[in-house]
């Protein structure tokens, strides 16, 4: 998938994360977490392995954190790709392999 | 050195005697020699001991760089008084080097947190460190480790000369032109002044200020004239509705109200459940609830609570008035009903914060307590507790009575969720050890209760009921497939805090957190 414009998903409630992608030449992933000191480095993963299940290879990746779980985590990231190149629109490919 | 938690205590911290925790109890029967503070005779009568204001107090009372000032926290966050006197000893007097000494500190000692990042404040005694004073002693601002003092701890530690406070600035409700203070009766009420009487007593110089001047003699006083140096009256000395606070709500979520259910449970179903049993909670959403859920087991068993000890609430002040309280112990109030009934109950008396912790005393209420609810931010399978730094390493909470009533109650009981958002509460290794795990026996959470396995007794006691329980680490393993497993902490070598224990032995430290990298 390509990140076509900026797009958004998410919100900053407690245990959400909001989650912005935008165009860029190369693919930057920004992580700001309020509990970034013990989970910082799960979060970068599991956001990467989203971006990497759905063939993202440019954008810029901004996450901001409150203590979502992974499945929360998962799911902003990809409604947010999703948003950002009109696929939220029908037929949703949530959780599925894009390539 | 190892201690006897598992936490390694850099040996540079046991100089002059100081010693490791070796365990509850280690040092019952030793001998302690009292210290005494120095007083100036007051002999020849006079009008009155008024100040116009509390620059001039602090002219009559020898400031000087390096000395030690200490502060009661009974307005909590609304308290007005530190800071104001911070500030003149700051501005007014260039007083640099300066050693606070309080009962707690918190959101309303934002100036302090200043003073500490430019230096002025160099060292900080307290049992509670919140807000920005905990983040500028996390990123190593203090010249020296601050010291973290249960309320029993502290009373022990001035009693013992480890703490000698040179000025005590204390606010009272009420005072008279001579100093008998009183938590009541005023226009800004605190109901007890059970934090500021060991002050009273221990500090060189002791200073009141209110904001309701009354007739002499203000008695019954909590502290008393006799103890007294100077009166300072000023416009407010606290705002009481701000005594109420986010950690001392009162909770409607059904989360939270299904263990506190749970925790009564536990609690009728052991011996210790007969007439005139003792109790208290702490002040925490889940433990607090366990109030309303008891008066259920009391009816029906027809057993009445002889006396509530406290951190005292609304919620048990109502189970008084109900006839199901004999009295009420109060070191301190966390709401307006409480301060309400503590100046019109004559079954609700307030005692000092050495009365009610202090574990180099003869023998303080505590050592009477049968149950005793808690809640806590972390909590290891060993049952070791954390209060007092958060996931982040940032020191950010109280130990206050708990530790002193987990020791000596019959049966401490933890109450707390799971996990909170993403952070584990039930793990591997607490963060810093407030509350060692011998002194904890039962943990509810709303995935299930475990039993401290030391305690085969209340097990045995559970079972005969049909209480279901599992293991702790059944617990944090359940809590870590929810959230994942938390990645160690990153810390700089300096040790920013000693958590002390309550007999003074040193329990954990705190060190200072390193900024986060993701390499």
């Known amino acids: ?99 | 050195m190892i201690n006897a938690v598992g936490r390694d205590i850099p040996d540079y911290l046991l100089a002059d005697g100081k010693e490791v925790y070796q365990g509850r109890f280690a040092k019952d029967g030793q001998l302690v020699k009292r210290d005494s503070p120095t007083c100036v005779m007051h002999e020849k009568p006079v009008a009155d001991k008024l100040c116009a204001s509390i620059r001039e107090a602090c002219e009559h009372c020898d400031v000087h760089d390096g000395m030690t000032i200490s502060f009661h926290s009974e307005f909590r966050n609304g308290d007005y008084t530190a800071s104001q006197v911070v500030k003149v000893l700051v501005e007014d007097f260039g007083v640099r080097d300066l050693h606070v000494a309080a009962t707690s500190l918190g959101d309303a000692h934002d100036l302090l947190a200043d003073y500490i990042e430019q230096g002025i404040i160099t060292h900080i005694e307290s049992s509670g460190v919140r807000g920005r004073i905990g983040e500028a002693i996390s990123h190593g601002k203090l010249k020296e480790p601050a010291i973290i003092r249960s309320h029993g701890g502290r009373p022990r530690a001035m009693m013992a000369g480890e703490l000698h406070v040179d000025v005590t600035f204390l606010a009272a409700s009420t005072s008279d032109k001579a100093g008998n203070a009183s938590g009541v009766g005023g226009k800004n009420n605190c109901g007890s002044l059970g934090f500021a009487i060991p002050d009273s007593q221990y500090a060189d110089k002791v200073v009141i200020i209110t904001d309701t001047l009354v007739d002499f003699p203000n008695v019954p006083a909590s502290i008393k004239c006799e103890d007294v140096d100077y009166v300072v009256v000023v416009d407010e000395i606290g705002d009481p509705k701000r005594i109420a606070s986010k950690e001392a709500r009162f909770t409607q979520d059904p989360r939270e109200l299904m263990m506190a259910k749970n925790a009564a449970d536990v609690i009728a179903a052991l011996p210790y459940f007969k007439n005139g049993f003792s109790f208290q909670t702490g002040v925490g959403g889940p433990s607090l609830a366990v109030n309303r859920f008891l008066e259920d087991h009391m009816r029906e068993k027809n057993i009445k609570m002889g006396f509530a000890l406290g951190g005292v609430s609304g919620a048990i002040c109502n189970l008084l008035d109900k006839g199901l309280v004999g009295k009420i112990i109060d070191v301190q109030d966390f709401d307006q009903t409480a301060i309400n009934h503590l100046a019109n109950n004559p079954n609700h008396v307030e005692m000092s914060q050495s009365e009610y912790a202090n574990p180099g005393s003869k023998g303080s209420f505590v050592n009477y307590l049968d149950y005793m609810v808690l809640s806590a931010l972390e909590i290891d399978t060993k049952f070791n507790v954390n209060v007092v730094t958060g996931s982040d390493g940032v020191v950010r909470g109280a130990p206050g009575g708990h530790p002193d009533t987990a020791a000596t109650s019959k049966c401490c009981i933890i109450v707390t969720p799971l996990v909170r958002g993403r952070m584990p509460v039930v793990c591997k290794d607490v963060t810093t050890v407030t509350t060692p795990g011998e002194c904890v026996d039962v943990l509810v959470t709303d995935y299930g209760t475990a039993v401290n396995p030391a305690r085969t007794d209340i097990i045995e006691c559970l079972d005969a009921a049909g209480i279901p329980h599992v293991s702790i680490e059944s617990l944090q393993e359940k809590a870590y497939s929810i959230v994942g497993e938390p990645d160690p902490l990153q810390w700089e070598d300096k040790v920013v805090a000693i958590v002390e224990a309550r007999d003074g032995t040193i329990l954990d430290v705190i060190r200072q957190i390193k900024p986060y990298d993701f390499e």
């Open chain 1, 1 to 99: 998938m390509v990140i076509e414009k900026t797009a958004m998903a998410g919100t900053l409630e407690s245990s959400d994360a909001q989650v912005t992608v935008s165009p860029a030449d190369t693919l930057e992933v920004v992580i700001e977490s309020s509990v970034i000191n013990q989970y910082g480095r799960q979060i970068k993963a599991t956001v990467e392995d989203v971006l990497d299940r759905l063939d993202i290879k440019q954008g810029l990746i901004s996450v901001v954190d409150k203590g979502a779980l992974d499945c929360t985590l998962k799911a902003r990231v990809e409604c947010a790709v999703f948003r950002s190149c009109d696929a939220s629109l029908a037929d949703i490919p949530w959780g599925g392999a894009i390539r």
